[in-house]
């Protein structure tokens, strides 16, 4: 009996000893972490992409999109736009769109709603929920208005640039 009581103890030891010496991560809070998911429209026979960005500071992000890309042309409560953007390996005169809004899902269907003045804002952000929640909108377009981001790779380059804010 007293070799199965150690041979037990020394058991448990060992698994203690081994699981300390695991690298476990770090507990990570995923309300703390941006989360960028792409929207794929097709018309003409292409792809277009725009982005979705939630589980973010709305107001953190958007001072590290003007950081970044310096004062926008357009700064109103629900949109901010930036013209005549650069961006390697995406394109010259590009207009960057940041829009803030609600999104909403309903039986049959969804809908994103971009604030348009302060009483409707407050409004909305009073009434979110598990199917109505904030979310930013991203998207690209050239000097056309025509959305750059058509293909794998662009895509590929917009999620880079986004991540790099480090939202």
Do not use: H
């Given at each position: 009996?007293?070799?199965?009581?150690m041979?037990?103890m020394?058991?448990?030891?060992?698994?203690?000893?081994w699981a300390?010496?695991?690298?476990v991560?770090?507990k990570?809070v995923?309300?703390?972490l941006?989360?960028?998911?792409?929207n794929?429209q097709?018309d003409?026979?292409?792809t277009f992409?725009?982005?979705?960005?939630t589980?973010?500071?709305?107001?953190?992000?958007?001072?590290?999109f003007?950081?970044?890309?310096?004062k926008?042309s357009?700064?109103?409560l629900?949109?901010?736009?930036?013209?005549?953007?650069?961006?390697?390996?995406?394109?010259?005169?590009?207009?960057?769109?940041?829009q803030?809004?609600?999104f909403?899902?309903?039986p049959?269907?969804?809908?994103?709603t971009?604030f348009?003045?302060?009483?409707t804002?407050?409004?909305?952000?009073?009434?979110l929920?598990?199917t109505?929640?904030?979310?930013?909108?991203?998207?690209?377009t050239n000097?056309?208005?025509?959305?750059?981001?058509?293909?794998?790779?662009?895509?590929?380059?917009?999620?880079?640039?986004l991540?790099?804010?480090?939202?």
């Open positions: 009996m007293k070799k199965v009581v041979l037990i020394a058991v448990c030891l060992v698994s203690f000893a300390q010496k695991k690298n991560p770090k990570i995923l309300s703390q941006a989360k960028i998911v792409v794929k097709f003409y026979g292409e992409r725009t982005f979705s960005i589980q973010v500071n709305v107001e953190n992000a958007k001072a590290k003007i950081k970044q890309l310096g926008p357009t700064n109103t629900g949109t901010l736009q930036w013209k005549n953007i650069n961006l390697p390996e995406i394109g010259e005169n590009l207009t960057l769109t940041l803030d809004g609600v909403e899902t309903v049959g269907g969804a809908s994103y971009v348009e003045d302060k009483k804002k407050v409004r909305a952000l009073q009434s929920s598990s109505k929640f904030r979310m930013l909108s991203f998207k690209i000097a056309e208005n025509i959305n750059v981001i058509r293909n794998n790779k662009l895509e590929a380059e917009a999620m880079n640039f991540e790099n804010l480090k939202l």
